[in-house]
């Protein structure tokens, strides 16, 4: 993760990247109550999940994204990020947690969300600062306390 352009310090990305930190306490502990055998309480996890990374997929997706999808050397790395919200989206309710299937399934899309959220702090947040204007930023500030209500 990165800490050196000082990307964490905006606000808003303060906050989505404590989302992200909720999201992966949440599927780490998901995983390892499976390991236990507790599939009710993983189901629960999976569900918490769920609900956070609706309304951070808001927050960025009617935000940040939509204010840097303007920009044509961002929207590609965008619409990619967009597509795997929506995978992600789709998979997790789906999930049989007493399926070994599923769960090896569940288990590479958590390692799949690492990797999606690297991609976002330590490439598209950095950006952010040098390609935001000020209205943007309240632009997208604005959309994430929408998605948040």
Known sequence: MCHYCGCREIPLIKEFIAEH?????????ALRA?????????????EVMAREL???????EDGLFAVMRTDPEYADHIDALVAEHRELAALLPSLDLTDPADV??????????????????DGLFPASLTALSGEEWD?????WRAAHP
Not at 34 to 46: C, D, I, K, P, T
Not at 54 to 60: A, F, K, L
């Open 21 to 29: 930190e909720r999201v992966t306490d949440a599927a780490g502990d």
């Open 34 to 46: 499976l390991e236990r055998g507790a599939h009710g309480r993983a189901r629960e996890l999976v």
């Open 54 to 60: 609706d309304s951070h997929w808001r927050g960025e």
């Open 104 to 121: 090896r399934t569940l288990t590479e899309a958590v390692r799949e969300l690492r990797r999606h959220i690297a991609k976002e702090e």
């Open 139 to 143: 632009r997208a500030m604005a959309a």
